[in-house]
T-cell receptor, first 110, second 115 residues
Framework: LAKTTQPISMDSYEGQEVNITCSHNNIATNDYITWYQQFPSQGPRFIIQGYKTKVTNEVASLFIPADRKSSTLSLPRVSLSDTAVYYCLVGDAADYKLSFGAGTTVTVRA | NAGVTQTPKFRVLKTGQSMTLLCAQDMNHEYMYWYRQDPGMGLRLIHYSVGEGTTAKGEVPDGYNVSRLKKQNFLLGLESAAPSQTSVYFC??????????????FGQGTRLTVV
């Protein structure tokens, strides 16, 4: 599995855009990049997944540069309810396992 | 839609006692996982299964055993509980990880305290 590095914590205010960058220098050709969100006392929840360029859904956008050695999760106009831990995962179908690091704790303030 | 259901939600054990955590999914997923999460830390993989009748060790398997006798159920057993096993346990399931749009679904967790 490609090792990932992401900031431990980030602070923001309501209405701002939050960008979390994940480094994965050893990403392999078959690897996908997936982000999960975890609220306190709940299990993680899938947010978005991508392979290259840009992916957008109703919750977030994922930007992946051409070299794929990093990716950025963008949360537009955050609210207090976006306060959570965000995990970046990199892997492919042959890995079977989902390995979570420590994640990034995002705190949104009023 | 039930999704992934964990039983029980809370439990207090005495050191040396045994117990089994049950995970049930109704999405016909091939893969199932057991994780533990300690305060302020990420999830660590205990054991996982890629299909009925098969199991494999994750990052922290010591002190735990698992069984996957039926596709929809994944059991996590603690033979002799220790205080170090105090944690929140999460079960997850997913379709076989092939390509995009493959996500894992998590249960609500089991909070286990060993005294």
């Amino acid at each position: 599995l490609a090792k990932t590095t992401q900031p431990i914590s980030m602070d923001s205010y309501e209405g701002q855009e939050v960008n979390i960058t994940c480094s994965h220098n050893n990403i392999a050709t078959n690897d996908y990049i997936t982000w999960y969100q975890q609220f306190p006392s709940q299990g993680p929840r899938f947010i978005i997944q991508g392979y290259k360029t840009k992916v957008t859904n109703e919750v977030a956008s994922l930007f992946i540069p051409a070299d794929r050695k990093s990716s950025t999760l963008s949360l537009p106009r955050v609210s207090l309810s976006d306060t959570a831990v965000y995990y970046c995962l990199v892997g492919d179908a042959a890995d079977y396992k989902l390995s979570f690091g420590a994640g990034t704790t995002v705190t949104v303030r009023a | 839609n039930a999704g992934v259901t964990q039983t029980p939600k809370f439990r207090v054990l005495k050191t040396g006692q045994s117990m089994t955590l049950l995970c049930a999914q109704d999405m016909n997923h091939e893969y199932m996982y057991w994780y533990r999460q300690d305060p302020g830390m990420g999830l660590r993989l205990i054991h996982y299964s890629v299909g009925e009748g098969t199991t494999a060790k994750g990052e922290v398997p010591d002190g735990y055993n698992v069984s996957r006798l039926k596709k929809q159920n994944f059991l996590l057993g603690l033979e002799s509980a220790a205080p170090s096993q105090t944690s929140v346990y999460f079960c997850a399931s997913s379709h076989a990880l092939r390509g995009l749009n493959t996500e894992a679904f998590f249960g609500q967790g089991t909070r286990l305290t060993v005294v």
